[in-house]
């Protein structure tokens, strides 16, 4: 199946610094691709749809300015969590959709201290 | 909007023993996705049903869609520890297949040896 690679697996960093996500697919392009945060014990809840070469569209509740995301190409989209905080900290997601089918990157633990 | 509802929200079974997870939709589905994932980390695809009635198998893995697409169960024979895990369903939020998908809450699943 198709390959959805994010960058890093985990990131700790100090508060009020920003730290970029990378979502890459690696053997098809994919000019949609959609960014999930999972908090614990709780289900993917879907952020942002990042569209190549426009604006993303963001989720109710989801602040565009916090959340910045950009896809530049048709196989990268990056999600930038600037100046952090510690409520931030949760596991954030990338997928892209092949056909039917959903492919969904390793996931990003990032932890805001 | 549509929701999907995992019962149960958790399960411990003995290794061996059969399970079956549900998922309901509060809407007809248009294509429902089981995913396993450990928390944590990314998911994996296990199966995707679209039709109704249609029913796939990978290894000890049957997933099946009702007739009138609107429920789905997942459900592992002869269970072992490597199927323990956090089972989410998914379904194509606005019935095609290029939208993000939305998922239930997840059923985490225990086996003890």
């Known amino acids: 199946g198709a390959v959805v690679s994010q960058h890093p697996s985990w990131v700790i960093c100090k508060s009020g610094t920003s730290v970029k996500i990378e979502c890459r697919s690696l053997d098809f392009q994919a000019t949609t691709m959609f960014w999930y945060r999972q908090f614990p014990k709780q289900s993917l809840m879907l952020m942002a749809t990042s569209n190549e070469g426009s604006k993303a569209t963001y989720e109710q509740g989801v602040e565009k300015d916090k959340f910045l995301i950009n896809h530049a190409s048709l196989t990268l989209s990056t999600l930038t969590v600037t100046s952090a905080h510690p409520e931030d900290s949760s596991f954030y997601i990338c997928?892209?959709?092949?056909?039917?089918?959903?492919?969904f990157g390793q996931g990003t633990r990032l932890t805001v201290v | 909007s549509q929701e999907l509802e995992q019962s149960p929200q958790s399960l411990i079974v003995q290794e061996g023993k059969n399970l079956t997870i549900n998922c309901t939709s509060s809407k007809t589905l248009y294509g429902l996705y089981w995913y396993k994932q450990k928390y944590g980390e990314g998911l994996i695809f296990l199966m995707m049903?679209?039709?109704?009635?249609e029913e796939k198998s990978h290894e000890k893995i049957t997933a099946k869609l009702d007739e009138k697409k609107q429920q789905s169960s997942l459900h592992i024979t002869a269970s072992q520890p490597s199927h323990a895990g956090i089972y989410l369903c998914g379904a194509g939020s606005y019935g095609g297949s290029q939208g993000n998908l939305i998922f239930g809450k997840g059923t985490k699943l225990s086996v003890k040896p």
């Open positions: 997928s892209a959709r092949v056909y039917t089918e959903a492919f």
């Open positions: 049903l679209q039709k109704g009635g």
